[in-house]
């Protein structure tokens, strides 16, 4: 079993509009709605390679009961351990002018979590984990959750000698990568803003002093960068497949844990991440993966080693 | 009592957002919920100046159990009678750019109302008028809900004899209009619809040949001009109040029913629905009015009769 922890879930709704004009009003023609929060995307792309998933962290209120019951209906199905509080799951919401195809966000703050929620959550945390193969630590941070949480949550799992993948930004990943995960997957912003440096390839060795025992940096179309105990890997898709990056970074953590706990080494791990990732952007639908282009790209991906790289 | 129809209800939800930029992610500052369509807001204001209401129309689902729980800790209370659907109630999003103070709109479809639900309706209604003073019926209709639904409720009414003010646009005002309610309260753009006229004057006494036994129509900041069988009237605030209308018809409807229940005259009734529109205008919260602007404007509304006027 993988456990995937979303602090912050949110209830992902899309409307779709014929054209996006600010200070008009507009007839919303689609609305769609489903279970989001960068945990919850890792959780439906593992489910649907196969892998039996329980997903924790917070839901409440009307939005956290939504939430749910579009969790419960989904096949595959992914264990819902979601620990209830008071407030209620926050809601993003991604406007789709379809004159053009662009997407405009908006991003509903969340709940606030109380202290003994929070203790709760570390209880149903610390049982699960017992029984998982991996663990992925996904995304922000609710307001009232401590900002060192994932350094508790990444030593218990390391105490309990389960791997665990950490992909938040900011302060959040900062104090997490101290407590040394197994990996880190921050996008080019977010190692910037880790190390101050804007170069990914020293940026990415930097993340690595700074506690990771592994960081792949995710490039965009240029696919990923590894930086691990056994060498440093770029791995890239074939060509630029055109599409819609939403939830792109949360197929690669899916290919990557996957993959680790299929047992594949670096570079069968960075293929399976990259294929899972372009099949993501190519899919129709927004945070959802294309299974054809998977199983076209994943044979494909072209994995390098960098020149003048460190020994491990 | 006076009774409120809304038969296509919304959770009016209010997003703040430092700056609006399409295509941009925004963090949301703020976020606002509250019962909507256009006879929750009557009622309100209804209930806010002491008359007791009756609120029906349809409800549904996950976001129809929001708008009935916020119904319900309003205070001073509106009874709630709204008949359940198996459809969701819809939400319509405001965009508010703190920047500017501009607003953009997003109307999400209505729930689709069943034959059943109608019929059930129906009876909900038909026991209701027998005891109302007076009715509003007010906004869109629901996919499902027949196009002359207000036609049908109008002449429920009227067999009653209690007076009924119908307050919505395109088709179902037309049929609306034919089944002869006390009064419709069209703005100018759909008063152009019904008649075809852009002259408001001309318009209004058109409108009023259709069914109308009193046709009001809101003229924005120039207040509203009103055509009866007592004769025509224009009623203007004592100067232009800055501000975000949305609600200011609304308000006004809320002003001439509850004047009419009073006994109060044309020229009082047409002060209220200005100085309860102005308010609306003038208060901080969009859709909300500001007892303090009320009290002063009431008192110095200019009503006149224009020059020409037909002898009722």
Redesign the interface.
């Given at each position: 079993m993988i456990l995937t922890v979303t602090l912050n879930t949110a209830l992902d709704v899309t409307?779709r509009?014929p054209r996006?004009?600010?200070?008009?009003?507009?007839?919303?023609?689609e609305?769609a709605q489903r279970p989001g929060g960068k945990g919850l995307n890792v959780a439906r792309v593992l489910s649907a390679l196969g892998h039996e998933v329980v997903a924790t962290g917070f839901a409440g209120g009307?939005v956290g009961?939504?939430l749910r019951t579009l969790l419960a209906s989904r096949a595959p199905a992914v264990t819902d351990a979601l620990v209830p509080c008071a407030g209620s799951t926050r809601r993003t919401?991604a406007?789709v002018?379809a004159a053009t195809g662009?997407?405009?966000?908006?991003?509903?703050?969340g709940p606030l979590i109380t202290a003994p929620e929070w203790a709760e959550f570390l209880n149903t945390y610390n049982r699960l984990v017992r029984g998982a193969a991996a663990v992925a630590l996904c995304g922000s941070l609710p307001p009232g959750v401590p900002v060192g949480a994932y350094a508790v949550l990444v030593r218990t799992a390391r105490a309990a000698g389960v791997p665990v993948l950490l992909d938040t930004s900011g302060e959040a990943l900062r104090r997490g990568v101290a407590a040394r995960p197994e990996m880190i997957k921050p996008n080019a912003a977010e190692l910037a803003e880790l190390t101050g440096s804007r170069d990914p390839l020293p940026a990415t060795r930097d993340a690595r002093r700074r506690g990771a025992h592994a960081v792949v940096t995710s490039l965009g179309p240029d696919g990923l960068l590894a930086t691990t105990t056994e060498g440093t890997w770029q791995a890239a898709p074939p060509r630029t497949l055109s599409g819609n990056p939403t939830g792109a970074g949360d197929s690669a953590v899916a290919g990557l844990l996957s993959a680790l706990v299929e047992g594949l080494d670096w570079p069968g791990r960075l293929a399976r991440a990259v294929a899972l990732s372009a099949a993501t952007v190519h899919a129709p639908t927004a945070g959802e993966f294309d299974p054809r282009t998977y199983e076209e790209v994943r044979g494909s991906v072209k994995v390098t080693q960098p020149q003048g790289q460190e020994r491990p």
């Open positions: 409307y509009v996006l004009r600010p200070h008009d009003s507009h007839r919303v023609t609305v009307p009961a939504v919401l406007v002018d662009d997407t405009t966000q908006f991003n509903e703050p």
